[in-house]
């Protein structure tokens, strides 16, 4: 069973550019959910999709913004990059929102803003 | 809302020795689930342990097990039998019932491991 897979795995981008990063989960996943991770704050959770609907979402300015697909895949948008915005974004999966079980990590996108 | 500390951001255990990971966590809530993730090098993030907050007896699995003290609010890895393959960042979390899959990290502990 194929994992997390993420897209692009690197990256680097200039201030005020825009970004779009891309996410499939564990086939029969219908939850993604976004975490941004750096040195400073850790990781820190972004938002949350179930049926091409966005659940939840975390203490991000409106510069960060996503959707998923009918198929599950999800995409993150950051609009007019800033370098505090340099960070590993991780997408995870799971079965469902309410579900009790863990969340599946993909490997990652290594976002770096100049 | 919940917060997740790990007071310990290095660690560092002989081969074939125990050690332990803190974790403490702040909730109002009742019922909950706390996690054990791992991140090595490569980065994925998998999965250690798992403990729900209303079962009494600590989970374990293989070499990990958990010390799991609800009215301490406490949680940590102990692990056994250390091998080289343990070290990685080790990162605690917390996830609400009623939040979906918002959940709460601690900062991490990296483990080093010498042979």
Redesign the interface.
């Known amino acids: 069973k194929a994992?997390v897979t993420q897209t692009p795995r690197y990256l680097i981008k200039t201030r005020g550019q825009q970004v779009t990063l891309s996410c499939s989960p564990i086939s029969g996943h219908r939850?993604v959910?976004w975490y941004q991770q750096t040195p400073g704050q850790?990781?820190q959770?972004l938002f949350?999709y179930?049926s091409e609907t966005q659940?939840?979402k975390?203490n991000f300015p409106g510069r960060f913004s996503g959707r998923q697909f009918s198929n599950s895949r999800s995409e993150m948008n950051v609009s007019t990059l800033e370098l505090g915005d340099s960070a590993?974004y991780?997408c995870?999966s799971?079965l469902g929102?309410?579900s009790?079980g863990?969340?599946?990590?993909?490997?990652?996108s290594r976002l770096t803003v100049l | 809302a919940q917060t997740v500390t790990q007071s310990q951001p290095e660690m560092s255990v002989q081969e074939a020795e125990t050690v332990t990971l803190s974790c403490t966590y702040d909730t109002s809530e009742s019922d909950y689930?706390l996690?054990w993730?791992k991140q090595p090098p490569?980065?994925?993030?998998?999965?250690v342990i798992?403990q729900?907050a209303y079962k009494q007896q600590n989970a374990t699995e293989n070499r990990f097990s958990v010390n799991f003290q609800k009215a301490a609010k406490s949680f940590s890895l102990k692990i056994s039998d250390s091998q080289l393959g343990d070290a990685a960042m080790y990162?605690c979390a917390y996830r609400s019932?009623y939040?979906?899959?918002?959940?709460?990290?601690?900062?991490?502990t990296r483990l080093t491991v010498k042979p």
Do not use: V
Request: proline share 4%.
């Open positions: 994992g939850s959910s850790g990781l959770f949350e179930f659940r939840n975390g590993l991780l995870a799971s929102p309410a009790t863990e969340l599946f990590f993909g490997e990652g | 689930y996690f993730y490569s980065r994925q993030m998998i999965l798992r729900e990162f019932p939040n979906n899959n918002d959940m709460r990290f601690g900062a991490g």
